[in-house]
């Protein structure tokens, strides 16, 4: 079955405490991307990934890491995790992305709540 | 810049109402746009999409349809159900960028 699978679903953790989300997808897409989803905000990206070791910022990349060593993973990563960082978080996945006017459709995880005390 | 805005919710409706959630948008270039919803406790998933002005995208009873002149991509559906109920959200990806914006979603409560 095609998916993008997150882990973990929930994690309650403290002030400073690093932690990593993982994301799996088993299509063989291109890009990857993270996004969080606060209330009132929409989705928001957090960084993006292209292919295998390429990276960038998206909208809100402060307190935020990730990597992409192979195509089908893309762990988030919070080295010093704080309150402000509690939210649903999302990984989302796409054949490629950016060629103008393809509208490719983006494949997202179940999301992972994550609260920060 | 780049944005979505969406009808402000929630919205509850009676099964078999007739349902539209505006979404505008401001953007430069010619963007694709897109219909996603959002089941309790599940990830986005795909609705419809439109690449072009004057598009029409359809999937489950739903249609929008892609408004260059008016910058808009209404959803409606002509006869609501209970399992309809969840969050909507539009969005665009801007040409040559890589990245969705995505609007504020619209939770959708349809009572039986």
């Known amino acids: 079955e095609a998916q993008v699978t997150q882990n973990p679903r929930y994690l309650i953790t403290v002030t400073g405490k690093k932690l990593t989300v993982t994301c799996s997808q088993n299509m063989n897409h291109e890009y990857m991307s993270w996004y969080r989803q606060d209330p009132g905000l929409g989705l928001r990206q957090i960084y993006y990934s292209m292919n295998v070791e390429v990276t960038d910022k998206g909208d809100v990349p402060e307190g935020y890491k990730v990597s992409r060593k192979e195509k089908r993973n893309f762990p988030l990563i919070l080295e010093s995790p704080s309150p402000n960082q509690t939210s649903l978080y999302f990984c989302a996945s796409s054949p490629r992305f950016g060629t103008s006017g393809r509208g490719y459709e983006q494949y997202f995880g179940p999301g992972t709540r994550l609260t920060v005390t | ?112």
């Not at chain 2, 439109?50 to 029409?56: F, P, Q, R, V």
């Open chain 2, 1 to 112: 810049g780049n944005s979505v805005t969406q009808m402000e919710g929630p919205v509850t409706l009676s099964e078999e109402a007739f349902l539209t959630i505006n979404c505008t948008y401001t953007a430069t270039g010619y963007p694709s746009l897109f219909w996603y919803v959002q089941y309790p406790g599940e990830g986005l998933q795909l609705l419809l999409k439109a690449t072009k002005a004057d598009d029409k995208g359809s999937n489950k009873g739903f249609e929008a349809t892609y408004r260059k002149e008016t910058t808009s991509f209404h959803l409606e559906k002509g006869s609501v159900q209970v399992s309809d109920s969840a969050v909507y959200f539009c969005a665009l990806e801007i040409q040559g960028a890589q990245k969705l914006v995505f609007g504020q979603g619209t939770r959708l409560t349809i009572n039986p």
